[in-house]
């Protein structure tokens, strides 16, 4: 399926995962978003740059996939501090965690654990850039912003277990 607009052709897929429909936009070379969704459309075709996207999904999810090589485009009105914590998150070790407040420190903000909070809230791309590996200072997962914090859970375990 395409969606047309602002001069801008977005390629729509979607993959059943173990957490779930994900619905991928993306143009001919680029990730814009993932979300999750209660089914799939029926009669989508996928571009071949989506197509290379569930491959690696499907990857990860068998566990034989533990970093993301997915070229991807942020929004342009995303700051340049959001975009410095979305390129140290994904620095962060498949199977590994990093605080809210570890992830402003590294981002050179180290009052902004609000920002980086809002910033894994608004991750259009989850899984991806993996803000499922960022929890509180007190250890606790918090919330997730693709499905919850069961399926926060269910990533951080499944990356612990096919370490």
Known sequence: MLLKGCNIILNIA???SPIGV???YSTDSALKKI???DKAEPDFMCSDFSTEVINQLKAYFDGRLQNFC???ELPENFSTF???VY???IKVKYGTTISYKELAVLSNAPQATRA???AMAQNPIPII???HRVIRTNSTIGNYSLGGSDVKKYLLDFEINNL
Request: aromatic share 12%; with cysteine; net charge neutral.
């Open 70 to 72: 997915v070229e991807y």
């Open 14 to 16: 979607f993959y059943s």
């Open 129 to 131: 850039i993996p803000c």
């Open 22 to 24: 994900l619905k991928l």
């Open 82 to 84: 959001r975009k410095t």
């Open 116 to 118: 980086v909070g809002t």
């Open 35 to 37: 979300e999750m969704v």
């Open 87 to 89: 390129d140290n998150l």
